[in-house]
Every structure is written in C-alpha cells, then in structure tokens.
C-alpha cells in the first residue's frame, strides 16, 4: 500500500513551489518536519519527523506515523497508546520541506507524558535573561503514561 506511493524529483523552482507534485525535500538524515494540529481547534499537539516511509504510510492509511529520531524507529502513532491520530488534512508548506496534519485523536491526547499537547508548559518572554520557571499551560494529564507505557524508560534521550 505504502510502497506504492511515488514522491515526484524535484526538478525545479516552480514545479516544487507552484506545481501540482508532491516532491517533499527530506534533510540529511532523510527526516522531513511535520506540525500537528488539532483539526477543530488548530491547537498545536506535537512537533515530529517523518521519513519518506512515515509519509508515505500516513498518505496511504490516514493515520500519522512519523519517525522517532530518539528510538530510530518508524512509529504509528497511536499503536501501543491507542491514542491515533485520524488525519482530516495533510499539507506540505510552500516549498515541500515541513508538513503539517490536522488530526481528530483517538483519546483527545497526543503527549507520551500524558499530557493532550506536547506544548504544555510556556516560557514567561519579556522578563530579560532570567527565565527560572516554565509555566503549566494544562492543569491535568490527560491520561497515566503509567498504566499504558508500564515502567519502559522514557523513549526521549536527555
């Protein structure tokens, strides 16, 4: 299914910037960035990568995946979880090196922590150099990353 999506050679300026083929730009380490939103909101829910693979498997099955840079695994969203990303629009920005999903979420969560965003705290701005505290922009975790992950180490490297 995934295998037979074909991604375009990007030949020139304006077939990659004002044409109709999908011809997305993957960095050095093959990963291509992907903003995820919530459809009905626009909340921000997670910044992640995918590879050519991910793309293709998220075009092919309207469910994200993406690539974990930290597991070097290809990963669906969702799979251990069950909190799936339903994609309602998959866009790629002007010169095809980000994508960016709306998604409905299985669960309404998206944060491996348990939180709905992976944006839950903010940074105070305006205050000079001295920022000393982040600020919790949700009250609650959605969800116990406990009783669905077990005591696995947390996939994030430090």
């Known amino acids: 299914m995934a295998a037979d999506i074909h991604f375009f050679p990007r030949v020139s300026i304006e077939q990659v910037e004002e044409g ?24 921000v829910l997670m910044l992640g990568y995918m590879n050519a693979e991910a793309l293709k498997r998220t075009i092919a099955t309207g469910e994200a995946h993406y690539w974990s840079r930290s597991r070097q695994v290809l990963w669906h969203k969702g799979a251990t979880s069950g909190l799936v990303q339903k994609v309602v629009e998959l866009r790629v920005d002007d010169d095809q090196d980000a994508i960016w999903l709306r ?23 305006g205050t000079g150099p001295d920022v000393r505290e982040l600020a919790f922009e949700e009250a609650e ?9 077990g005591d696995a180490p947390n996939p994030t490297k430090l």
């Open 141 to 149: 975790k959605t969800f116990d990353p406990k009783e669905i992950y």
């Open 20 to 43: 109709k083929e999908l011809a997305p730009k993957f960095d050095e380490e093959g990963l291509i960035p992907c903003v995820t939103t919530a459809a009905q909101s626009g909340e």
């Open 103 to 125: 998604v409905d979420v299985v669960g309404d969560a998206s944060c491996h922590v348990g939180f709905r965003s992976c944006f839950y705290r903010s940074v105070p701005v």
